[in-house]
């Protein structure tokens, strides 16, 4: 844990190249969160790029979540950390208002509504999103089903996009995990994000889920231009996909760089296997 706070992360960073918070599209500077006696996130500084494709890696317990639900709006940081999306500060603004303008999420625990079916967890985002105020609603009374419309039209494209055709009416709860995490994917599209970060979105699935997650994934940053944050304990789909990785070790960051040259690097090999 550093006691001495750094305006700027250590140039000798392993793996370079560094990309300013606040001309990135989304951004953190002198990151910190504190739980009581634990540190998870230590000063951390990065800037992802538009159209970046960026894997967060890190043992158990790194601050990787942590780290994201900062970037997110869900936590915010300790004093004097900064988070920057689009070229602003947005460290003051909540959550749902980020998921407005552009950043959006998926969820290590899945945080589906268990007893809706796959329609409905997709619509429920977007209701949220569109549902105006009382004046809004008297105002342009009517208006309601044109939105409804709407909505249904962006949720049918999202299921044929992600080829959930067949479950559209299966309960959550009656969903095997790949499915599961692939609802969740829906879900987090369904606010038209430009950024995604991606907490675990492959955990616990067979090497055939995630070879279609993969796949969804990489149209959705070729097709779509989307940026992608992804959270990967497969090393393998890491240095497969990503453009730079950055690695994470007690909340503070280890390396960053192009995956192949991070994870070749001893000192990232170290923290994996234990073994200098
Ligand atoms: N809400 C919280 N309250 C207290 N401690 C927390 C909280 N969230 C995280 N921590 C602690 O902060 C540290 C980092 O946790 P975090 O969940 O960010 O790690 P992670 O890198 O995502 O780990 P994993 O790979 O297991 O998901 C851990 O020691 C964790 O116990
Ligand atoms: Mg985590």
Not at 154 to 175: C, F, G, P, T
Not at 227 to 253: A, F, N, P, W, Y
Request: charged letters at 30%.
């Amino acid at each position: 844990m550093s006691t001495q706070k750094r305006q700027e992360p250590d140039p000798s960073l392993r793996g370079g190249p560094h990309v300013d918070p606040e001309e990135a599209i989304l951004g953190c500077r002198g990151v910190s969160k504190t739980f009581g006696a634990v540190t998870a996130v230590d000063d951390v500084t990065l800037g992802i790029e538009k159209g970046e494709w960026i894997s967060i890696v890190g043992p158990n317990g790194a601050g990787k979540t942590t780290l994201l639900n900062m970037m997110n709006g869900f936590y915010t940081p300790d004093a004097g950390g900064q988070i920057f999306f689009k070229g602003e500060d947005v460290t003051g603004l909540p959550e749902h208002k980020r998921a407005r303008r552009g950043l959006g999420r998926t969820f290590q625990g899945l945080e589906l509504f268990e007893s809706e079916d796959v329609i409905e967890n997709i619509m429920t985002v977007r209701a949220v999103h569109e549902r105006p105020n009382l004046l809004e609603a008297l105002l342009f009374y009517g208006s309601g089903r044109k939105t409804e419309a709407r909505n249904m039209r962006r949720v049918e494209e999202i299921i044929d996009y992600l080829e959930l055709w067949e479950y559209r009416h299966a309960k959550i709860s009656a969903l095997p995990l790949g499915i599961r995490r692939r609802v969740d994917l829906a879900r987090s599209l369904a606010l038209e994000p430009d950024v995604l970060l991606l907490d675990e979105a492959m955990s616990g699935l067979t090497f055939d889920e995630k070879y279609d997650m993969v796949r969804f994934l990489t149209d959705l940053h070729e097709q779509e231009n989307l940026t992608l944050v992804m959270i990967e304990h497969d090393l393998e789909v890491v240095t497969d996909v990503s453009d730079r990785m950055i690695v994470l070790q007690e909340g503070g960051l280890l390396a960053r760089g192009p995956p192949e040259q991070v994870a070749a690097d001893p000192e990232v090999i170290s923290v994996y296997t234990g073994v200098d």
